[in-house]
């Protein structure tokens, strides 16, 4: 792969490239260049702070001695990550619980290379191996919170701790766990206002939050958050994150009933030239969604089919699946419930198969839903027993299980319509899932 050079990586981090939707695409398949674009942002914010230049004699041959260190750490730094490279090529096989045995017995040091290669390789598996990408990041953690701060900069390994527990928060909410979300990015944002100048690194983590937060229905707190960080984004110059928070935005008025508003901000979301093709697409499924909100099917149906096929070129599993899920939900708006059927149940055992448990259960009731509509209600109380034996498994919340067996109860005696089957899946999608891990791991965060 041929990379950006640092003078057009640099521009790009300072916000005044002149080819910035070209490295947008670029960055998106490359981990090195999105390595140094964060170690240009952290050049760029050593550079605000005015202890750097104190003391500085007013010639330009003299090169600040901190800057000289920054120099001689992204040295370091670049023989590290191709050590840890290869040494994950040989730790990264087998089930999770081996990594760590395989790392210690490997005899090299665990050094900040391995935390950003780490992180680097959890990047982007949420979408195609969840439960891989969150062991990845648990790891990541784990090591850095070993490295001692002599070792590095102190602003370095605390930067690089706070960057493991916000990546793992975001790992932790795609497989559903919200509180333990919460908990990391409390983490998280406690490392980085320790920095100087922690804006940029705390608006991530804000920007996770409100991702949790929409999830947990915290409409107005995740609004403001997502509004914030996409302020600091643009005054950092990324373009990339600034657009994601508007999405976040123009989502929380898609959900609150404002759909015309959300439609605008969406159509001008979709009109801006620099999204990377994995932003383009989310936009164009968001946009299918608002018209399905605004009872225009057909416009509906052709952007979400449209998004599934890309999320399915682009490698990116569980967004296609989730973007079949929606163009399913569509079809039995529009009373095609027969050609929504196999979506569903296709959909269904993806979840299921990627351990995603909440969503699992989701479209299994959709599914039944869908299956009573069209007048298919024989394999109703298998899926219902289905759903309620995984949440068991699980450890799912009292409530849910208590909702899911009065449906098999109701579906047992011959009395369940649609309407319950729907009544119990928004119950079930308005309450946080939470599991018996959820203790477990937040303990350990406190050890």
């Not at 290669?117 to 969150?134: F, K």
């Not at 932790?172 to 919200?178: A, E």
């Not at 052709?302 to 899920?325: F, N, P, Q, S, V």
């Amino acid at each position: 792969m041929t990379h950006c050079d640092e003078e057009s990586l640099l521009q790009y981090a300072e916000g005044i490239s002149p080819i910035g939707s070209e490295i947008e695409s670029h960055l998106v398949g490359c981990a090195s260049c999105s390595v140094t674009i964060e170690e240009q942002r952290e050049l760029i914010s050593l550079l605000r702070e005015a202890d750097t230049w104190e003391g500085v004699p007013e010639t330009n041959a003299t090169v600040p001695a901190r800057i000289r260190d920054l120099s001689d750490l992204q040295a370091r730094l670049a023989t590290e990550d191709s050590e840890a490279a290869q040494l994950l090529d040989e730790a990264l096989r087998g089930p999770a619980a081996w990594w760590t045995t395989r790392l210690v017995q490997s005899l090299q040091p665990l050094t900040a290379g391995v935390v950003r290669q780490l992180l680097a390789r959890a990047e982007g598996l949420e979408s195609t191996a969840p439960q891989q990408a969150s062991d990845m990041t648990r790891l990541a953690i784990d090591i850095a919170a070993e490295i001692p701060l002599s070792d590095y900069p102190s602003d370095f390994v605390i930067t690089l701790r706070g960057h493991a527990l916000r990546e793992h928060s975001y790992n932790v909410m795609c497989l559903g766990r919200y509180r333990e979300a919460l908990l990391l990015c409390d983490e998280a944002e406690s490392a980085f206002t320790q920095l100087p100048i922690p804006e940029y690194e705390v608006a991530r983590v804000s920007l996770v939050r409100a991702l949790i937060y929409r999830n947990l229905d915290r409409m107005d707190e995740a609004a403001g958050l997502a509004r914030e960080a996409a302020l600091c984004f643009r005054e950092y110059g990324d373009i990339r994150r600034y657009t994601i928070a508007r999405m976040t935005q123009s989502a929380i008025l898609q959900h609150t009933g404002r759909l015309q508003e959300a439609l605008t901000l969406w159509l001008e979301l979709a009109a801006l030239p620099s999204l990377d093709p994995a932003t383009r697409v989310a936009v164009k499924l968001d946009l299918g969604t608002c018209y399905r909100g605004l009872g225009q099917v057909d416009k509906a149906t052709e952007h979400i089919t449209a998004a599934a096929a890309e999320y399915d070129l682009l490698g990116e599993t569980i967004y296609a699946a989730k973007a079949r899920w929606a163009l399913a939900a569509t079809l039995v708006a529009a009373a095609r419930t027969g050609d929504a059927v196999p979506i569903l149940r296709t959909t269904w055992k993806q979840f299921e198969n990627l351990g995603m448990e909440a969503d699992a259960a989701l479209v299994g009731l959709e599914l039944a839903e869908a299956l009573l509509l069209s007048g298919q209600a024989d394999e109703v109380p298998a899926i219902c027993r289905s759903v309620l034996d995984r949440f068991t498994r699980a450890g799912m919340t009292s409530r849910a299980i208590n909702a899911l067996a009065f449906l098999r109860e109701a579906i047992a005696l011959g009395q369940a319509e649609p309407s319950l089957v729907r009544h119990v899946h928004d119950f079930l999608r308005k309450l946080p899932p939470e599991s018996s891990r959820i203790s477990s791991k937040a303990n350990r965060l406190e050890d």
